[in-house]
């Protein structure tokens, strides 16, 4: 395709239970980032990968969350034991290696926690 | 401290009207800026790129002062369709986001 696409688009969950959700970069892109937006608020970093390097989990807010990035091309993130606060919506956004080329956003899963 | 901070307005004013947001920057090595619009319950999508010796884009100009760390966004000519929030972004090593400059355009 032709920009970063996301799934699902939204997902209502059961407080407790697992989700995952699913970012597909631009083709030939070597970062991927995944961000966290509350209602209203600003982007809150949650992990990056770059190339074969180690991703940055810099951002993780917990240990129920965590990333995986297959082949250099999807990632999936997972929220464990879902809880109300996780509610948000999850943008994921992918970029060229070069850093002065911009970050591409996907529309985003919104997460309802009920 | 944040690696990029903006105020977070509300910025009101009419159309027509010329507006300015400034954000600051802490890390002195970053490498590239760029300003983002986010429309209401929408993704972040580029604006604009800013370069050292600044540059404009119809009604949009932006400015980088390295020594100061700080950039800045100037629109003229307001138009109702310019409503969104504006995000700050600087990358050293990786993409760091500002929280977001609310404008709303009034008629």
């Known amino acids: 395709g032709a920009g970063v696409s996301q799934s699902p688009s939204n997902k209502v969950t059961e407080k407790g239970k697992d989700v995952e959700l699913r970012c597909d970069p631009i083709?030939?892109?070597?970062?991927l980032y995944w961000y966290r937006q509350s209602l209203g608020q600003g982007l809150e970093f949650l992990i990056y990968?770059?190339?074969?390097?180690?991703?940055?989990k810099s951002g993780l807010p917990s240990d129920r969350f965590s990333a995986e990035r297959t082949g250099g091309s999807v990632s999936t993130l997972t929220i464990q034991r879902t809880q109300q606060e996780d509610s948000a919506v999850y943008l994921c956004?992918?970029?060229?290696?070069?850093?002065?080329?911009?970050?591409?956003f996907g529309q985003g899963t919104r997460l309802t926690v009920v | 401290r944040k690696e990029v901070e903006q105020d977070p307005g509300p910025f009101n004013v009419p159309e027509g009207a010329t507006v300015a947001f400034n954000c600051t920057y802490s890390?002195?090595?970053?490498?590239?800026f760029f300003w983002y619009r986010q429309d209401c319950r929408k993704e972040p999508k580029l604006l604009m790129s800013?370069?050292?010796s600044g540059n404009e884009d119809g009604r949009f100009t932006a400015q980088l002062n390295r020594a100061s760390q700080y950039i800045s966004l100037l629109i003229r000519d307001s138009k109702l369709s310019d409503s969104a929030t504006y995000l700050c972004?600087?990358?050293?090593?990786?993409?760091?986001f500002g929280s977001g400059t609310k404008l709303n355009v009034k008629p």
């Open positions: 956004a992918s970029s060229l290696e070069r850093r002065d080329t911009e970050a591409f």
């Open positions: 083709s030939g892109h070597t970062a």
């Open positions: 990968f770059q190339g074969n390097s180690a991703p940055d």
């Open positions: 890390n002195s090595a970053s490498q590239s």
């Open positions: 800013v370069y050292s």
């Open positions: 972004v600087v990358n050293f090593n990786k993409f760091y």
